[in-house]
T-cell receptor
Framework: KNEVEQSPQNLTAQEGEFITINCSYS?????LHWLQQHPGGGIVSLFM???GKKKHGRLIATINIQEKHSSLHITASHPRDSAVYIC??????????????FGKGTLLTVNP | DTGVSQNPRHKITKRGQNVTFRCDPI?????LYWYRQTLGQGPEFLTY????????KSRLLSDRFSAERPKGSFSTLEIQRTEQGDSAMYLC?????????????FGQGTRLTVV
């Protein structure tokens, strides 16, 4: 069983829909990260959070430390949101916070 | 451009050849990380540096792999005697380590194809 599990693996939505991607992890963590990867490979960090909720534009990320679960929400989805969304965790080690363990990613396709 | 830069973006090599990739981090970032991503999988941690010191290496980093960051600025990742299983996207990221948590910035990656 992977330490970081994401669901769904693939998600197709119509423009304007509200989207939720889930992430569960099984290890103690110091932080959880949501990343976006477009075709071609480049990764952009969307959120880094260790508790509560963060919002940036149409993106919202929440984390429940007790339940070891995080969600990424996209409101009013748009075709330009189409990408792979990856959840990753920094294990609680006191060391490097970017020695990350990644989920396999969720491929989101938003159709116009 | 003040982002993380990786070169080359694509590399095709014959099995058995050596390849070297370069990563230029954001200039004030003292930590630099290498990851490998195979098709359909999330990235996997390979190694990281704080300044010029290589602080940790994953067991994924076999003896054929070596990474350096000689002056604490850019880093190179070399793969000797490449194998088809080395085909992957190699990603570099950097951040500034402080007592708090700082977000990292990723490069565009180098896609290696071993034929």
């Amino acid at each position: 069983k992977n330490e970081v599990e994401q669901s769904p693996q693939n998600l197709t939505a119509q423009e304007g829909e509200f989207i939720t991607i889930n992430c569960s992890y099984s290890v103690g963590i110091s932080a959880l990260h949501w990343l976006q990867q477009h075709p071609g490979g480049g990764i952009v960090s969307l959120f880094m959070l260790s508790s509560g909720k963060k919002k940036h534009g149409r993106l919202i990320a929440t984390i429940n430390i007790q339940e070891k679960h995080s969600s990424l929400h996209i409101t009013a989805s748009h075709p330009r949101d189409s990408a792979v969304y990856i959840c990753a965790v920094s294990p609680y080690s006191g060391g490097s916070n970017y020695k990350l363990t990644f989920g396999k990613g969720t491929l989101l396709t938003v159709n116009p | 451009d003040t982002g993380v830069s990786q070169n080359p973006r694509h590399k095709i090599t014959k099995r058995g050849q050596n390849v070297t990739f370069r990563c230029d981090p954001i200039s004030e970032h003292n930590r630099l990380y290498w990851y490998r991503q195979t098709l359909g999988q999330g990235p996997e941690f390979l190694t990281y540096f704080q300044n010029e010191a290589q602080l940790e290496k994953s067991r994924l980093l076999s003896d054929r792999f070596s990474a350096e960051r000689p002056k604490g600025s850019f880093s190179t990742l070399e793969i000797q005697r490449t194998e088809q299983g080395d085909s992957a996207m190699y990603l570099c990221a950097s951040n500034r380590y402080t007592r708090g948590y700082t977000e990292a910035f990723f490069g565009q990656g180098t896609r290696l194809t071993v034929v």
